[in-house]
Structures are given as C-alpha cells and as structure tokens.
Nanobody, 125 residues
Framework: QVQLVESGGGSVQAGGSLTLSCKASVDTARRYCVGWIRQDRNKERELVGAHGSDAYVWHAASVEGRFAVSHDNASNTFNLQMNSLKPEDTAMYYC???????????????????WGQGTQVTVSS
C-alpha cells in the first residue's frame, strides 16, 4: 500500500505560479512511477508529469516548459512546480503512484494504482 498526501493547491491569477507537493510512502527499493494527473469537470483525466524511480522525468506537451516535476530523495516528496499558469490549467490535481518495471514509460492515468486525495488549482483570467 502507498500513502500519498498532496498539498499546495489554491487560487492564482493567470501568469502566476504554484508548487504542489506529494509526500509518498513508495518503497524506493522497487521500480515505481509517481505521476501528477489532473481532471476538470467534463474533461478526461490528463497525466501532466511523471517521475520514475530510474530518475526518468516526463511532461505532457500541454505543460512542457511551464511545469516541472522533481523529487526530494531525503523526504521522498514529489513536487510539481507550475509556472505561467493559464485558466485552462484549472483542475483537481492528483498525485498517483504505481509499482512498475517499466517505470513511467508509456504511462497513462489508468496505469496508476494508488491515488492521493487531490488538491484544487484554480487559475483566474
């Protein structure tokens, strides 16, 4: 079982920044992927960033150059730095994890087994 606790959501104006954090109890001796997935009303879930146990990092094209995932080894906290936020970034953001030999390669939202409670991000124009 993996426990995931997100923090850092909130409301910001367009162009602003937010950092989301996820404290994850992943077993670092295993191959895993931790992803950030967002979902807004009437929209499909979207994987926006992921960090693998092999240090593989991936970002969706929709956020490339604006969002950055990172991992603090000491605290096993995964972060999503979000810059130049746009109204279309408004969504509930979830931290999710999966144990997987392939790490984060070809991961999609349905790949993930364990999910946090989510944190709301609202960007106003």
């Amino acid at each position: 079982q993996v426990q995931l606790v997100e923090s850092g959501g909130g409301s910001v104006q367009a162009g602003g920044s937010l950092t989301l954090s996820c404290k994850a109890s992943v077993d670092t001796a295993r191959r895993y992927c931790v992803g950030w997935i967002r979902q807004d009303r009437n929209k499909e879930r979207e994987l926006v960033g992921a960090h693998g146990s092999d240090a593989y990092v991936w970002h969706a094209a929709s956020v490339e150059g604006r969002f950055a995932v990172s991992h603090d080894n000491a605290s096993n906290t995964f972060n999503l730095q979000m810059n130049s936020l746009k109204p279309e970034d408004t969504a509930m953001y979830y931290c999710a994890a999966v144990y997987r030999r392939a790490s984060c390669y070809y991961a999609v939202p349905s790949t993930f087994t364990y999910w946090g409670q989510g944190t709301q991000v609202t960007v106003s124009s």
